[in-house]
């Protein structure tokens, strides 16, 4: 074994330092060979790692901001109201701007555009630590939110043309553990450091931004409806269509269209004749993405479910300093548990509805969300209930891996149910009505637990939960005609239905 007294060239010792430095390098090289292997290829591993860490920036952004919230509010004399406007402003001009991004994730080149605004986002991060004034951050913040509107629009698109259909719910579990990442980050990380100089925390995220643009620059862009979608270079029995599949149905189908063509689930033919008969600009595509009514029910339910969470983002924190009585660092070490738990559910629900797909049940990614969703709510309770915090910490960790659990089955399900053409204009009008609901979420916890507590305000704020789990369990019985309809919409000419 290689140690500091013989780690050198002819034996001379090497400094500790050294020695770490180098077990730490061999770590890391093992590490990405392994993350090479489970994503599939080097071509695929590089591409879900961008996309996460573009992601990551988004949430570590919103998480910095909670965590400086004591720094904030002594640097520039404010309170929660005005923390959670910073956070609301960001996400309500985000929410306008992700229509036009979507429209551009449809006809231009998506990583370019990706790239450009991320260079962006970091400047105006840089310009916000320089803010004196309320105003002046508020203002920064705001152009923060508008560069941030890209990622939404663009991530989805090019999930959905990098990847097949068959493994969408698995990738998106990858993906967005870069968002809870970020979120980690934007607690632990810049957190700390914000108890020092919450202008540090924001330098220090900004300057992780360019280097990710230059990546994202030269990211390849994909073939646009799948047909160049990356195969993985290892063999997975998980990923087999069903048996009951019919092997084709337009040739980028995915293993839910497949079912619903072998089980002779009809298309709604009105609006398969709506993408197929026009040029859908952004009116046009939007009557047809509230046409879906399990989009709707989608929408409504992720909006619920974000709502929730930008609150736990912004005030999280907070909450737990006070209501458990714990000092900052051990508050930080607790989001840190909670995130892994999150964390874990993320992993997990992709490649589980994916699983439940392949095996014929054509339900599956709505039904493993909306089992994730009922399940946050009851965790949520006793957690709030009780004021220790070791009571309360099984219960947290296990409701956060509940509500991250949702997400990648029902981001994987909305591209079952547009066709391709429509997926960056779809994603960009799911996420302006959902920010919308979403960006009242700090200002409302904010201007919530002023007057009553922040105790009470998250009792209140499970009432949104709770609607998330019922909108879900409404889009299982619609999902099937709407998965129908999005194949019927990509065939090919001759095989559309009249």
């Not at 500091?4 to 002819?10: E, L």
């Not at 709707?296 to 907070?318: N, P, W």
């Not at 991250?404 to 547009?418: G, T």
């Not at 700090?442 to 922040?454: A, E, M, R, T, V």
Request: charged letters at 15%.
């Amino acid at each position: 074994m290689v140690t500091s007294q013989d780690a050198g060239r002819g034996g001379e010792r090497l400094p500790g330092w050294q020695v770490a430095a180098q077990a730490a390098a061999r770590a890391a090289t093992a590490g990405g060979r392994r993350l090479t292997i489970v994503f599939g290829g080097p071509a695929r591993t590089r591409v879900i790692v961008v996309l996460a860490c573009v992601l990551a920036l988004a949430s570590a952004d919103a998480a910095t901001v909670g965590a400086s919230a004591t720094a904030l509010r002594q640097g520039l004399h404010i309170d929660n109201t005005d923390i959670g406007l910073l956070v609301a402003v960001n996400s309500i001009v985000g929410a306008v701007a992700s229509v036009p991004f979507g429209m551009l994730a449809d006809r231009v080149r998506r990583t370019h555009t990706l790239a450009a605004a991320v260079v962006l986002w970091g400047v105006a991060m840089l310009l916000s630590a320089t803010a004196t004034t309320f105003g002046g951050l508020l203002f920064w913040r705001l152009w923060l939110g508008v560069v941030t509107a890209a990622a939404g629009p663009a991530v989805a698109s090019l999930v959905g043309d990098y990847f097949p259909g068959a493994e969408r719910g698995k990738i998106y579990s990858y993906i967005l553990t870069g968002e809870l990442l970020g979120a980690g980050v934007g607690f632990a990380v810049t957190g700390d450091i914000s108890a020092l100089s919450w202008r540090a925390a924001f330098v220090i995220l900004a300057l992780a931004a360019f280097p990710l643009a230059v990546v994202l620059f030269r990211l390849p862009e994909p073939v646009r409806g799948g047909a160049g979608a990356l195969v993985s270079d290892r063999a997975d029995p998980g990923a087999a269509p069903a048996p009951e599949a019919v092997p084709e149905v337009h040739p980028q189908a995915t293993d839910a269209q497949r079912l619903a063509a072998a089980r002779g689930i009809t298309p709604d033919p009105a609006l398969v004749r709506r993408v197929r008969q026009r040029r859908l600009g952004i009116v046009s595509a939007t009557k047809y993405v509230l046409a879906v009514r399990t989009n709707v029910a989608l929408i409504v339910s992720s909006a619920c479910g974000y709502y929730f969470l930008a609150g736990v983002q912004t005030f999280g924190v907070e909450f737990v300093r006070s209501h458990y009585h714990l000092n900052a660092a051990l508050a930080n070490l607790l989001m840190i548990a909670i995130g892994a738990g999150a964390a874990v559910g993320v992993m997990a629900a992709g490649p589980l509805s994916d699983a439940l797909l392949h095996r014929g049940h054509i339900r599956a990614r709505i039904l493993v969300a909306a089992i994730g969703a009922s399940a946050t709510v009851l965790l949520f309770i006793p957690a709030l209930i009780t004021t220790s915090m070791l009571t309360a910490l099984p219960y947290v960790i296990v409701a956060a891996l509940a509500l991250s659990a949702q997400n990648p089955p029902i981001d994987a399900a909305r591209l079952d149910i547009m066709p391709a053409v429509l997926w960056g204009r779809a994603e960009g009008i799911r996420t302006f009505l959902r920010t919308m609901a979403q960006a009242l979420a700090p200002l409302l916890f904010g201007l919530f637990s002023d007057y009553i507590g922040l105790r009470t305000t998250f009792f209140v704020m499970l009432l949104p939960l709770a609607a998330s789990a019922w909108f879900l369990f409404r889009a299982m019985r619609t999902y099937p005609k709407d998965v129908a309809t999005a194949a019927a919409a990509s065939a090919p000419a001759a095989s559309a239905p009249e």
